[in-house]
């Protein structure tokens, strides 16, 4: 069974960066789709970026410019770099994987939540101003 397991999250104040890291465990295939999703207490969780096998990352509005999703396939690990972070940015930030063959063509920051069969536990970022 693939486990995600992210680290990271942090209180910091308005304008500075954090690194964000998700390690998968178990996988016999590649994941098809990549993602980064964050939740406010009380808010529908929202997808903010994505990496596929062959696709481009995408960005959702509130973060392009500013955050950097990768990945390093050598030790399947999935980052997201979080720049220039604001308070609105504060959230419970969730990797998640879609090992759906039909991720291969439809991986994107807008793809649903409910696209993803794994999910890591969530790490909290905190923004300051």
């Known amino acids: 069974q693939v486990r995600l397991v992210d680290s990271g999250g942090d209180s910091v104040q308005a304008g500075r960066s954090l690194r964000l890291s998700c390690a998968a465990s178990?996988?016999?295939?590649?994941?098809?789709?990549s993602a980064w999703f964050r939740q406010v207490a009380g808010k529908e969780r929202e997808g903010i970026a994505s990496?596929?096998?062959?696709?481009?990352?995408t960005y959702a509005d509130s973060v392009e410019g500013r955050f950097t999703i990768s990945r390093d396939s050598a030790t399947d690990t999935l980052y997201l770099q979080m720049n220039d972070l604001k308070p609105e940015d504060t959230a419970v930030y969730y990797c998640?994987?879609?090992?759906?063959?039909?991720?291969?063509?439809?991986?994107?920051?807008?793809?649903?939540?409910?696209?993803?069969?794994?999910w890591s536990q969530g790490t909290r970022v905190t923004v300051s101003s």
């Open positions: 998640a994987a879609d090992y759906d063959p039909s991720a291969y063509y439809n991986c994107a920051w807008y793809v649903p939540a409910a696209d993803f069969q794994y």
């Open positions: 990496l596929g096998e062959y696709a481009d990352a």
């Open positions: 178990g996988a016999t295939d590649k994941s098809f789709c």
